[in-house]
């Protein structure tokens, strides 16, 4: 069974810049999640999709952040315009929610740098 | 909200010992997971356990979710045992994912 696929895997930019990752998540998980992960903490939850609808994206910054999930499989996040505080590794987690199974699975993250 | 507390936050070890890993929750939860952070950052399932025990391997997990605590054994430690390891607890109303602030472990040769 194929993982949760993440492209790219490293990115820099300059501040002001935007720019985009992917995720495709596990074969059939209804679930996806995009995390933000700051060097020494732990994963913070930025938004959960359930199938293309959105769940909860309380803690995605709206004025410069935006995701979507068209068709419910693929998603990709934006961050427009980029700052300095915003390097960190986005982290894309999916999971099934059936039988009472929510187990969720990362993939490997895009490690972003705003210089 | 749910906290999640792990301990201890730092943990080092010589190769060949066995350390206990625990993660504290403040309510009651669907799930837990453990997972290993490696050092190139890719996070990896370890278990998935809502209750009872697991094994696989060297590694061991416990949850008592009557008492809201789990635990994770180590045994035998190998250097690739490395990294941070995070426990993560499922919120009964929305499936999310609250997570504590992990315990780095440190193998050394």
Partial sequence: EAGVAQSPRYKIIEKR????????????????????????????????????????????????????????????????????????????????????????????GTRLTVV | GIQVEQSPPDLILQEGANSTLRCNFSDSVNNLQWFHQNPWGQLINLFYIPSGTKQNGRLSATTVATERYSLLYISSSQTTDSGVYFCAVEQ????????????KLIIKP
């Fill in chain 1, 17 to 108: 810049q935007s720019v985009a990752f992917w995720c495709n998540p596990i074969s059939g998980h209804a679930t996806l999640y995009w995390y933000q992960q700051i060097l020494g903490q732990g994963p913070k939850l930025l938004i959960q999709f359930q199938n293309n609808g959105v769940v909860d994206d309380s803690q995605l910054p709206k004025d410069r952040f935006s995701a979507e999930r068209l068709k419910g499989v693929d998603s990709t996040l934006k961050i427009q315009p980029a700052k300095l505080e915003d390097s960190a590794v986005y982290l894309c987690a999916s999971s099934l929610i059936l039988s009472g199974n929510t187990e969720a699975f990362f993939g490997q």
């Fill in chain 2, 92 to 103: 009964r109303s929305n499936y999310q994912l609250i997570w504590g602030a992990g315990t």
